[in-house]
Nanobody, 121 residues
Framework: QVHLVESGGGLVQAGGSLRLSCAASGMIISINTMGWYRQAPGKQRELVAGISSGGSTNYADSVKGRFTISRDNAKNTVYLQMNTLKPEDTAVYYC???????????????WGQGTQVTVSS
């Protein structure tokens, strides 16, 4: 099994910054992609940012230029630096990690527990 633990959420005023972290643990052989999703009340979960094993990134249009995703392969950790936060960024943020685990190289698709980000106006 692969488990993800998130940290870094909280309450911040509009225009402020937060950095989310997500650490993966378990019998991991390799990690392919890591990403961040968010879900606001009454809305479906959406992709915020993703990063591949090669370092390629993609972002939702709503966060381009404000958010930056990065990863530390040695620590099996993904980060999301969120700057110039807006009230519409308020949501529960979930990290997602996909890759291979165990000796038989089984695939996994794991989700973090979610961390609340609240941006006040």
């Amino acid at each position: 099994q692969v488990h993800l633990v998130e940290s870094g959420g909280g309450l911040v005023q509009a225009g402020g910054s937060l950095r989310l972290s997500c650490a993966a643990s378990g019998m991991i052989i390799s990690i392919n992609t890591m990403g961040w999703y968010r879900q606001a009340p009454g809305k479906q979960r959406e992709l915020v940012a993703g990063i591949s094993s090669g370092g390629s990134t993609n972002y939702a249009d709503s966060v381009k230029g404000r958010f930056t995703i990065s990863r530390d392969n040695a620590k099996n950790t993904v980060y999301l630096q969120m700057n110039t936060l807006k009230p519409e960024d308020t949501a529960v943020y979930y990290c997602n990690v996909r890759g291979l685990y165990e000796r038989l190289s089984k695939s996994f698709d794991s989700w973090g527990q979610g961390t609340q980000v609240t941006v006040s106006s």
